[in-house]
């Protein structure tokens, strides 16, 4: 679905990207993670043409995203970005059925078909009870749900991420990675980039992990996310602990003697750790 | 308000911080490796030929003269100017920017030109062998002590000291202008223009001819993207959810000829100078009101 091939990309004399090539494939959950400053938001901007790299090619469904309309794009991949300024109050139902402006026709009014649409997206996110409410009064964290819904609207074969799990609690993160999955299983690729190891190992299918050399490994969590590999990322900030095959990461300073996991999100058929 | 009471190297300083905020990123770290440098230096010299040359014919340039060159870039003043005096020296941070003036060093067969590879805040006078009879900073201003700056460039010099710099509000700034309130929800700042260096330089005592001259000039793209691009990379605190507003913007603020997208600028540029050891200039005998 997403082929990236050789990126490379720099801010005047800052390389900001070095040779990055990964793919993920329709229905794969991946995960871009890295520390600050990896250039986790510029491969964002890359992928979704708003830079144009150095060198290198971004193909989206086989297709080099140079010779793509910005129409077309539009149909092909989604963003939901991190924080969302909106001065005028639409309503969420009107900001969830912005997402079909690429599918309207050339009289750009939505019909029927576009509004069952986005009730659905709304449906699938739990916030169809807001449909009628201003989308400025939200609080971050709904906001973060109707911006993607109103990516899930635009039904494209790839949806893009960016720290969509930052403004949540604890509680609605687990809901959001879920809702995530879900929305994977049905075919579509995403990519969300993350700063929380836990997520990627916790929810994701595969990761991406940048440091400031460039790409460190691309492949499942429960390989990428080694002791090693974190140490590389973090110095000898955390320990990684290995549960029934799961990685959990916790900080390096604590007391494995006293500390009893009870409970951690169950993705994975609800399993629960004493 | 008394404006008596008004720090202008305070104002300065704030207004060069709230324009790097409003960019993301400071603008002196635009043009920083070779290539971006080199492709500044060749519109520079295509799209700046009637700045560069008004610039010039402003210098009274004569061919005994020793000149300090501060923020000279790739060298589009400091090599004509080697040209027409004795001795030049350039001082310039970037390294992408010294690399190709060491290209134009070379190639025009240059040998009175001596670089200095700093800041001029960073820079050590007794590396240098003052007085020089011009120090000029042409469109280089990108220091936040300004006073600090101007007190330097007094101490090196026996002669003329010519900023050129910003006046009025160039064209160059209306997109962010535009679009910043409605995608940021707060203005944009372009940065510190000529009003606060003449009330600096008066506060300082020093009281400078003023020289007015209009410029024009264009950045020209391939495409639309390239375009897009090249503004989300001057101001990285756009994101890919702005691609549509840019664009649009774009759109009808850019003319299609057969050099591409084209977008125009004007501007108008200053010249402050002032003379050492004139009666205008009495910077040795503190601030003055």
Redesign the interface.
């Known amino acids: 679905m997403l082929t990236v091939n050789d990126l490379t990309f ?5 390389r900001v990207l070095k040779n990055i090539s990964f793919q993920i494939r329709k229905g794969e959950l991946c995960a871009l993670f890295g520390p600050n400053g990896t250039g986790k ?1 510029t491969l ?2 890359c992928c ?5 790299p150095d060198s290198g090619t971004v193909r989206i469904n086989g297709k080099d995203i ?1 010779r793509l309309p ?1 129409r077309q794009m539009a149909r092909l991949v989604a ?1 939901v ?2 924080a ?2 909106c ?1 005028f109050p639409f309503t969420v139902s009107q900001m969830v059925l912005m997402g079909r402006t690429p599918h309207l026709n050339r009289f750009f009014t939505p019909g029927a078909k576009d509004r069952k649409v986005a009730d659905q997206a709304m449906q699938t996110l739990g916030i169809s009870h807001l449909s009628d409410t201003a989308y400025n009064r939200l609080s971050g964290g709904q906001q973060q749900m109707v911006l993607i819904a109103r990516a899930i609207a635009q039904q494209t074969g790839l949806i ?1 991420l ?1 720290e969509p799990a930052a403004a949540l609690d604890f509680k609605n993160q687990i809901t959001l990675w879920q809702t995530l999955q879900a929305i994977a299983e049905q075919g579509t690729a995403i990519l969300a980039c993350t700063h929380d190891p836990n997520h990627v190992s916790w929810f994701c299918h595969s990761t991406v992990v940048l440091d400031r050399s460039g790409l460190l490994a691309k492949g499942p969590p429960g390989q990428v996310m080694t002791q090693e590999m974190m140490d590389r990322i973090y110095g000898d900030a955390c320990r990684v602990w290995n549960i029934n095959g799961l990685k959990i990461m916790v900080p390096g300073t604590m007391d494995t003697g006293t500390t009893n996991i009870v409970a951690f999100p169950g993705n994975r058929k609800g399993i629960h750790h004493k | 308000m008394r404006y008596m009471e008004i720090d202008w190297n305070k104002a300065w300083a704030e207004e060069t911080e709230l324009w790097n905020q409003s960019a993301g990123k400071p603008c002196q770290g635009f043009w920083e490796d070779k290539n971006s440098a080199e492709v500044f230096a060749q519109k520079d010299i295509r799209q700046h030929k009637k700045r560069l040359e008004k610039t010039l014919s402003l210098l009274e340039l004569t061919p005994d003269m020793r000149v300090l060159d501060i923020g000279a870039g790739p060298g589009n003043l400091a090599i004509p100017m080697a040209k027409k005096t004795a001795w030049v020296t350039t001082v310039e941070p970037s390294p992408g920017m010294n690399a190709v003036l060491d290209d134009q060093i070379a190639e025009n067969r240059i040998t009175n030109i001596t670089t200095i590879r700093a800041a001029w805040e960073e820079v050590d006078i007794t590396l240098l062998t003052p007085p020089y009879d011009l120090v000029v900073a042409s469109l280089s201003l990108g220091m936040p002590d300004l006073k600090g700056t101007i007190e330097k460039m007094n101490q090196v010099c026996s002669g003329q000291v010519a900023l050129f710099w910003h006046a009025g509000i160039p064209e160059w700034e209306d997109m962010p202008r535009a679009l910043w309130p409605d995608i940021f929800a707060m203005p944009y700042h372009g940065g510190p223009k000529s009003d606060i260096i003449f009330q600096l330089l008066y506060r300082m005592g020093i009281y400078p001819d003023v020289k007015v001259f209009s410029n024009d000039f264009c950045e020209i793209f391939e495409s639309m993207d390239s375009a897009v691009s090249f503004y989300a990379r001057r101001f990285q605190i756009l994101s890919p959810e702005h691609q549509p507003i840019v664009e649009a913007y774009l759109k009808e603020h850019c003319k299609k000829d057969d050099r591409g997208l084209v977008h125009e600028f004007n501007h108008i540029i200053m010249k402050l100078s002032w003379q050492l050891g004139d009666s205008g200039c009495s910077s040795t005998q503190g601030e003055k009101r």
């Open positions: 720099s801010y005047g004399r800052q938001t964002f901007k979704l043409k708003f830079l144009v140079r910005p963003y970005p991190q969302h300024h001065a893009f960016d």
